[in-house]
């Protein structure tokens, strides 16, 4: 694989991932590590583009980065607003922690060494092919329309469930 | 002219830094329009440097517009005393900002006390790469495109990376360790997060009824300016009416600026998130708030307004007037509409909180969806008949703001009058109506 600024790209997004990932389980401070998972969402963000999933990417950076983690951190602002709060990890949790890591990384380590042969899309001089066309195509053209269907009434149910929840209670 | 130039890149690119294909953006194909690539590079780079250098005058000239506009709304004067008319006001008040001391307090988080203004002005200036400025321009026999980059996916990029700004205004709120920044943080992002929702979902009937050509993808700003042609009256604002007017509250909402910016209300938060800070780092919030009004205007210049287009204006001249006429005619309407930001903020007062809630989700949101369901509809039914679209969206939207106002008149929870508790339930019963 020769260098092209692409690579460097690449292993920029993979580091910055993979560091700001590190961090996340690392500190103490449950801001900082939401601030970390940020970063980390939008290198995966940064990822995706490489697998020429644009539409992805985009919508990552929507939903995890612009709307979850936001809610998170206002979930968090909302509890307490000190900045010494600290994240207090039980051995129970770091153990169950560890067992589901390594089951992950075995997994992975198990696709890895069951591919015959790795090809880079950045690198193979395709041009990238826009997604957002083809996405929307196969959702609602039939192939994937009822899962479609399916996520969007469960959305729905988990909407009105979080408003009738948050309701106050209407006096008589 | 492409062919040749891929040989030349082919023959001697592998071994190149700048190999063929490193540049081809990563977010899809990018629409080179046979440019060779030193030209694409250069005159890449020489937009990039133009644009980011008018966005940055472009704050100096607003905080002089709006004080001097300002002023004579109130019937004033205004800066007018650095230069002719105060024009040099924005850069003394620069300089003082850059010379006063950097106040970091004792009791803040310091890292993302540090990084907050950043993470609020990088966003601003990441937007405008990929608004188009204007037609295109011909200099030495190639066609350059006014947009910095034109990818596929322009208006979720836009949605994304607008969606960023919220973190520097949370952040800064939360490291200044200070409560009346944590209710300015906490009351702007959830007014942020209200209004995205509006955001985006205003400009889906715009995408359906954007014609592109082959190969041409809908959600790219050129294309979408592209293709509301020359005349007034095929600009999305008049066929989305109701959703070009909640896409601009959502955008004053999504700026913090009156009657939105319940997160800086000086009368009651200090100054919001950005109570803590001084000198540059404030000068920095202060900065990326301009440029978001900038970079807004010229989104909704582009999506709504016809971007470069005026009655065929911009087709008049040799190929290099012509573009320079496009991004004159570009320029002219966001400065309109950077005016009606300034006019705006002295002609309404600020929303109580719920108010501001009520208005996001029970009004602007359905206006929003009804005006996707409208036009989807009448685009299939009508064969894209756009006047019957235009009055169609109109009257559903009226009919949903009528019907969404009744059904509020109508379950106004019953005043409950307990003489011990009155003032706390005044205040509740105004929080849920």
């Known amino acids: 694989m020769e260098f092209t ?14 560091a700001s990932g590190i961090v996340v389980v690392t500190v103490r401070n449950i801001v900082h590590a939401a601030f970390s998972l940020m970063v980390t969402l939008f290198g995966v963000a940064g990822l995706y583009v490489f697998l020429q999933a644009d539409f992805l990417a985009a919508t990552q950076v929507i939903v995890y980065v612009g709307g979850i983690l936001v809610l998170i951190l206002f979930g968090v602002m909302m509890t307490s607003g000190r900045l010494e709060m600290r994240i207090h990890i039980e051995r129970g949790q770091l153990l169950l922690g560890a067992v589901v890591a390594i089951a992950l990384l075995m997994l992975l380590l198990a696709v890895i060494a069951n591919t015959p042969q790795w090809k880079n899309v950045a690198d193979d001089g395709t041009q990238l092919q826009p997604t957002t066309e083809s996405i929307g195509t196969l959702i609602l053209n039939g192939q994937f329309l009822l899962p479609f269907e399916v996520v969007s009434v469960l959305l729905l149910v988990a909407l009105i469930g979080a408003a009738l929840i948050s309701r106050k209670e209407v006096r008589e | 002219m492409m062919a040749a130039c891929d040989n030349v890149a ?44 008018l966005l940055l005058i472009g704050v100096m000239a607003m905080i002089w517009a709006e004080r001097r506009i300002s002023g004579w709304m109130q019937d004033r004067l205004g800066p007018n005393r650095v230069g002719f008319q105060g024009l040099l006001q924005p850069i003394a008040d620069g300089i003082k ?72 205004v949370v952040l800064g709120a939360w490291a200044s360790n200070n409560k009346y920044s944590l209710l300015g943080g906490l009351r702007s992002s959830a007014q942020m ?28 700003l050129r294309e979408i300016a592209k293709s509301q042609g020359k005349n007034l009256w095929n600009w999305n604002f008049l066929i989305h009416f109701p959703a070009f007017l909640a896409f601009t509250t959502a955008m004053f909402a999504e700026t913090n600026r009156l009657p939105f910016d319940l997160a800086e209300a ?65 320029f002219a309407k966001t400065a309109i509409f950077l005016f009606v930001f300034i006019w705006v903020r002295w002609t309404l007062p600020r929303f109580r909180y719920d108010q501001l809630m009520n208005l996001g989700w029970k009004f602007l949101l359905p206006v929003a969806l009804s ?63």
Do not use: C
Request: charged share 10%; glycine share 12%; net charge negative.
């Open chain 2, 193 to 220: 997060i209200s209004y995205e929702l509006t955001l985006g979902l205003a400009i889906i009937g715009v995408l359906m009824l954007t014609v592109v050509e082959q190969g041409g993808s809908a959600l790219s």
């Open chain 2, 371 to 433: 005006s996707i369901v409208v036009t989807g509809f009448l685009w299939v039914t009508t064969d894209g008949n756009k006047l019957l679209i235009g009055i169609g969206n109109v009257v559903a939207a009226f009919i949903v703001i009528s019907v969404v106002g009744g059904l509020l008149v109508m379950n106004k929870p019953p005043e409950v009058s307990t003489p011990e508790i009155a003032g706390l339930d005044t205040l509740e019963s105004e929080g849920s109506s």
């Open chain 1, 5 to 18: 600024l692409k690579t460097l790209i690449f292993y920029g997004f993979a580091l910055l991932t993979v």
């Open chain 2, 10 to 53: 082919s023959g001697s690119g592998k071994t190149m830094f700048f190999a063929e294909g490193a540049l081809s953006n990563p977010l899809g194909p990018y629409r080179r329009m046979g440019l060779p690539l030193n030209v694409l590079l250069l005159s890449s780079i020489v937009k990039i440097l133009i644009i980011a250098h």
């Open chain 2, 266 to 330: 000086e009368q009651e938060l200090v100054a919001g998130y950005h109570t803590e800070y001084s000198s540059m780092k404030f000068a920095m919030f202060f900065m990326a708030e301009y440029m978001n009004m900038i970079v807004g205007s010229a989104v909704t210049v582009t999506l709504f307004l016809g971007g470069w287009h005026f009655f065929g204006l911009e087709n008049v001249g040799g190929p290099i007037l012509s573009g320079l006429i496009s991004f004159g005619i570009f």
């Open chain 2, 97 to 168: 900002f850059l010379l006063k001391e950097d106040l970091i307090p004792n009791h803040v988080d310091k890292p993302l006390y540090v990084l907050a203004p950043a993470m609020l002005l990088i966003p601003a200036m990441l937007t405008i790469a990929v608004v188009p400025f204007g037609g295109s321009i011909e200099i030495a026999g190639h066609t350059i495109p006014l947009q910095i980059a034109d990818i596929n996916i322009g208006i979720l990029y836009i949605l994304a990376i607008t969606s960023l700004g919220v973190y520097g």
